[in-house]
């Protein structure tokens, strides 16, 4: 899939991205880097296999960098601000044009996916959430009450970091419209396993 670089505004930052927009009428698809301080950028194997399968199943989409990485502007914000990044990404992609305004997915990595967790319910047109590897072992993630909307839980069951155990207790906390699927044979790198990844959430969307 082709993608272009494009910039756009969070708040009085400029932050950086590369966009791909594969027919008109595509839902959006945000993703979310891991964590700077670790070297987390949208450079990432990870990321690009989350694109491969968005890009299969339709959509459009935006990955960027965060605040202080590469060329976007501004300093890494331990998260609220990273949040304030994926909303105005989002807000950013679906002002596209033949992009559609609903049916919009936040998707995210590691960092990444405690973010689009945040952001993903910030936003109406945002319909689903793919948290990758969330990093339950560092963090806490919240789940507004009343929360209904579809959340795909993806982790490899070597995890340390994303324990399969967790995952399934905040699946249980989401409730019906949770999903949770462990790839076999991998960590929280999912080296090797990207193509497996891939698989995974496009099944899952096809569900």
């Known amino acids: 899939m082709n993608e272009i670089q494009v910039s756009f505004r969070s708040g009085d930052l400029t932050l950086e991205g590369l966009l791909a927009n594969p027919v008109a009428g595509a839902p959006a698809a945000v993703v979310c880097h891991p964590h700077p301080m670790y070297g987390g950028s949208m450079q990432n194997n990870v990321v690009e296999a989350i694109l491969a399968a968005m890009w299969q199943a339709g959509y459009a989409t935006l990955r960027f ?3 202080g990485v590469g060329a976007s502007e501004g300093e890494h914000d331990g998260g609220p601000g990273e949040v304030d990044d994926a909303v105005a ?16 997915a ?3 990595y590691s960092f990444g996916a405690m973010v689009a967790m945040n952001a993903g319910n910030e936003r109406a047109e945002i319909s689903r959430i793919i948290a990758v590897a969330l990093p339950l072992a560092m963090a806490e993630a919240r789940v507004p009450a009343g929360a209904s909307k579809p959340v795909l839980l993806v982790s490899g069951d070597y995890d340390s970091y994303s324990p399969v155990a967790g995952l399934q207790a905040l699946k249980s906390k989401i409730g019906d419209s949770a999903r949770l699927e462990i790839v076999g044979g991998t960590d929280h790198f999912f080296g090797g396993c990207e193509a497996e990844l891939s698989r995974v959430i496009v099944n899952a969307l096809k569900g």
Request: aromatic share 10%; glycine share 14%.
């Open 89 to 104: 990404a989002m807000t950013f992609l679906l002002t596209q044009p033949g992009v559609r305004k609903d049916g919009a």
């Open 65 to 67: 960098n965060f605040r």
């Open 106 to 108: 936040m998707t995210g």
